[in-house]
């Protein structure tokens, strides 16, 4: 039985949980572990070899897990960039690299030849430049069963299923338990200061359609022990009640400490120098549906970036995949990517950066050299090191 955990205990447990999630799979590691990523990137044989995109806001860490269906204040559903702890503005192609990594290494797990590999990033860059020029999608991501089947749930999914899925119940607390822990008193008192703030208010009022919402309550709270890479960073669940004692609108809140982001920025352009901003920003240029429901914030000094945790907000899970169904996805999740990227740009500047990376193709291959090049180096080199962090693990 695992041992109580307080707040003085809760860095060595999630340093463990992190460390063990990562062994689950090469998939897993590379999808958890960004810095080895941007370590490669920082080569300069590598900068040299990859084209220089415009400096746009991208996502920093896109790979298959950061995507998926998010609704807005509305309730409409998109599929778009679901995480955005790392964006910067940057290199548009660190996205299609970091993508094309992850989908390289989602083939693998599902047990797919090299030779679809070769094809979902071919398939990925003729999405990308679809999506990043406005072009109709070639392929409905209803056609292809692991979407529709996410999608379909996220279209029907309400505040009970939020409810019941992350707090265990549709009553007003949250019950304590292996996902929430138990807050020390300064961070209660923390949390509460936080709602006396306009701020916060401001976005209950966006988020719930209100001209002047005319109470907001904490309800309760915890620690929340969510995600990986972001594990040991603060992450509380906060429910909120909006409007009279009896009649309640239940909200739940995500609200993640922001630190400074690992992936390599521009040098030319100016940043939110408060890392909460750089993310509420990021978000707002690449997944406005997102942007919409976050806001920065600061709890006890440390940045924060607050975000309402919408019913529909899922995120896809590619495992057992079929050639078929992985080659439609990377066209699916790059068109994704590029109209995120394009809607940042005028006209010119998108087809320019479209010629770009169609000069870059091989004669034998239509995905560009560059990301060809690239995904088996850092195949190979994120296999190595998921074989030697099990090693480690399974020792340790």
């Given at each position: 039985?695992?041992?109580?955990?307080t707040p003085a205990n809760r860095k060595a447990v999630l340093d463990q949980r992190r460390r063990a999630k990562m062994a689950m799979s090469a998939h897993a590691y590379v999808r958890e572990n960004t810095v080895q990523f941007y370590e490669w990137l920082r080569s300069k044989s590598v900068q040299a070899s990859i084209p220089l995109g415009p400096d746009i806001w991208i996502c920093g860490d896109?790979?298959?897990?950061?995507?998926?269906?998010?609704?807005?204040?509305?309730?409409?559903?998109?599929?778009?960039?679901?995480?955005?702890?790392?964006?910067?503005?940057?290199?548009?192609?660190?996205?299609?690299?970091?993508?094309?990594?992850?989908?390289?290494?989602?083939?693998?797990?599902?047990?797919?030849?090299?030779?679809?590999?070769?094809?979902?990033?071919?398939?990925?860059?003729?999405?990308?430049?679809?999506?990043?020029?406005?072009?109709?999608?070639?392929?409905?991501?209803?056609?292809?069963?692991?979407?529709?089947?996410?999608?379909?749930?996220?279209?029907?999914?309400?505040?009970?299923?939020?409810?019941?899925?992350?707090?265990?119940?549709?009553?007003?607390?949250?019950?304590?338990?292996?996902?929430?822990?138990?807050?020390?008193?300064?961070?209660?008192?923390?949390?509460?200061?936080?709602?006396?703030?306009?701020?916060?208010?401001?976005?209950?009022?966006?988020?719930?359609?209100?001209?002047?919402?005319?109470?907001?309550?904490?309800?309760?709270?915890?620690?929340?022990?969510?995600?990986?890479?972001?594990?040991?960073?603060?992450?509380?669940?906060?429910?909120?009640?909006?409007?009279?004692?009896?009649?309640?609108?239940?909200?739940?809140?995500?609200?993640?400490?922001?630190?400074?982001?690992?992936?390599?920025?521009?040098?030319?352009?100016?940043?939110?120098?408060?890392?909460?901003?750089?993310?509420?920003?990021?978000?707002?240029?690449?997944?406005?549906?997102?942007?919409?429901?976050?806001?920065?914030?600061?709890?006890?000094?440390?940045?924060?970036?607050?975000?309402?945790?919408?019913?529909?907000?899922?995120?896809?899970?590619?495992?057992?995949?079929?050639?078929?169904?992985?080659?439609?996805?990377?066209?699916?999740?790059?068109?994704?990517?590029?109209?995120?990227?394009g809607r940042q740009l005028k006209t010119p500047e998108r087809r320019a950066w479209s010629k770009e990376l169609k000069g870059r193709h091989r004669k034998d291959l239509d995905a560009p050299r560059w990301l060809w090049g690239g995904v088996l180096d850092l195949s190979a080199l994120h296999e190595a090191a998921y074989l030697e962090h099990c090693r480690r693990f399974a020792l340790g």
């Amino acid at each position: 039985m695992e041992a109580t955990i307080t707040p003085a205990n809760r860095k060595a447990v999630l340093d463990q949980r992190r460390r063990a999630k990562m062994a689950m799979s090469a998939h897993a590691y590379v999808r958890e572990n960004t810095v080895q990523f941007y370590e490669w990137l920082r080569s300069k044989s590598v900068q040299a070899s990859i084209p220089l995109g415009p400096d746009i806001w991208i996502c920093g860490d896109c790979h298959t897990g950061n995507l998926g269906p998010v609704a807005d204040v509305e309730g409409n559903i998109d599929i778009q960039i679901r995480d955005l702890d790392q964006t910067v503005i940057g290199n548009p192609a660190h996205d299609l690299l970091r993508l094309g990594l992850s989908l390289a290494m989602a083939a693998r797990s599902s047990d797919l030849p090299g030779v679809t590999t070769a094809l979902m990033l071919e398939e990925m860059i003729g999405g990308y430049l679809s999506g990043l020029t406005g072009h109709s999608p070639r392929v409905d991501p209803e056609d292809i069963e692991p979407i529709r089947r996410v999608m379909r749930q996220a279209k029907n999914r309400q505040w009970r299923h939020l409810a019941e899925e992350r707090i265990e119940d549709v009553k007003p607390t949250i019950p304590l338990g292996s996902k929430f822990w138990k807050l020390a008193s300064r961070e209660s008192k923390e949390l509460q200061q936080l709602f006396d703030e306009r701020g916060l208010h401001q976005l209950i009022q966006t988020i719930t359609g209100r001209e002047e919402p005319k109470d907001v309550r904490l309800l309760d709270a915890a620690y929340w022990m969510k995600g990986c890479s972001s594990l040991g960073r603060l992450r509380y669940a906060a429910l909120v009640g909006v409007g009279a004692m009896k009649r309640h609108e239940y909200r739940l809140l995500d609200i993640k400490e922001a630190v400074a982001a690992a992936a390599p920025c521009s040098k030319s352009t100016k940043m939110p120098a408060n890392n909460a901003e750089r993310v509420v920003t990021g978000a707002r240029n690449l997944s406005p549906f997102l942007g919409d429901r976050m806001i920065a914030a600061k709890i006890g000094g440390r940045q924060v970036v607050i975000r309402e945790l919408r019913p529909q907000d899922l995120k896809f899970e590619l495992r057992g995949l079929q050639r078929p169904e992985a080659t439609a996805i990377a066209r699916v999740m790059a068109g994704v990517v590029g109209r995120a990227h394009g809607r940042q740009l005028k006209t010119p500047e998108r087809r320019a950066w479209s010629k770009e990376l169609k000069g870059r193709h091989r004669k034998d291959l239509d995905a560009p050299r560059w990301l060809w090049g690239g995904v088996l180096d850092l195949s190979a080199l994120h296999e190595a090191a998921y074989l030697e962090h099990c090693r480690r693990f399974a020792l340790g």
